[in-house]
Each structure stands twice: as C-alpha cells, then as structure tokens.
C-alpha cells in the first residue's frame, strides 16, 4: 500500500517560507489525488492543496492561493508544497494524503484519502 512521509516543516516569521516534502512509496495504480491538508488545534482537517498526477493539475484552497505552490517530482516520487507569504494563521500540522485521481474532480476535501502521512509541524509567529 501507499506510504507517505513528510518533511520539512518548522517554526518561521510571519512572511517568510517554507517548503513541505512527502516521499511516497508503494503506488498500486497508475495515478493518484495527492493533496496536502492540515490541522490546527481545535479545528477539522482542511483541505490546502491538490495535485492530480494524471494529468498535472493543481488546485487550491483559496486562503492559499497565489501564496503556496504545490508540485511533484516524479523521478523522486515526492510531492511538495512551496509555502510563501506565511501567516500566522497558517500554523497547524500538515499532511500529506493521496486517493484515487477521481477525488481531484471532487470539492476540496479530506475525505475520500485513505492514505495518510504521520504529519509535519508548521509554526507562524
């Protein structure tokens, strides 16, 4: 089955960037819904960004827009998210999932990702 494990997370400035990684292994199917999601303390899970890897399509949540880039490399099988702008609203831990490609036609949304990362911390100040 697909395994997920993400890096780079950390504590940053309000206005400076990061950028997240998740190394995948064990792919079944030809192509996937990868998306990055995250979790504040006291909130439900969120989407942020999606990255169909059928036919290269990205999509975002619009807090996130024209701030966060999400992309793959294929030859490393690792999916990133480039973090910029970054608001302290942005703290949470992030996750990275990945589900059938089908679900990137769907709303932006956690469910539907059967395959889930431990999670990296991001802290804004």
């Known amino acids: 089955h697909v395994q997920l494990v993400e890096s780079g997370g950390g504590s940053v400035q309000a206005g400076g960037s990061l950028r997240l990684s998740c190394a995948a292994s064990?792919?079944?199917?030809?192509?996937?819904?990868m998306g990055w999601f995250r979790q504040a303390p006291g909130k439900e899970r969120e989407g942020v960004a999606r990255?169909?890897?059928?036919?290269?399509?990205?999509d975002y949540a619009d807090s996130v827009k024209d701030r966060f880039t999400i992309s793959r490399d294929n030859n490393k099988n690792t999916l990133y998210l480039q973090m910029n702008s970054l608001k302290p609203g942005d703290t949470a831990m992030y996750y990275c999932?990945?589900?059938?490609?089908?679900?990137?036609?769907?709303?932006?949304?956690?469910?539907?990702?059967?395959?889930w990362g431990q999670g990296t911390q991001v802290t804004v100040s």
């Open positions: 999932a990945a589900a059938r490609d089908s679900y990137c036609y769907l709303p932006l949304s956690p469910e539907g990702f059967g395959y």
């Open positions: 064990g792919y079944t199917y030809s192509s996937y819904c």
């Open positions: 990255f169909n890897t059928a036919d290269g399509r990205a």
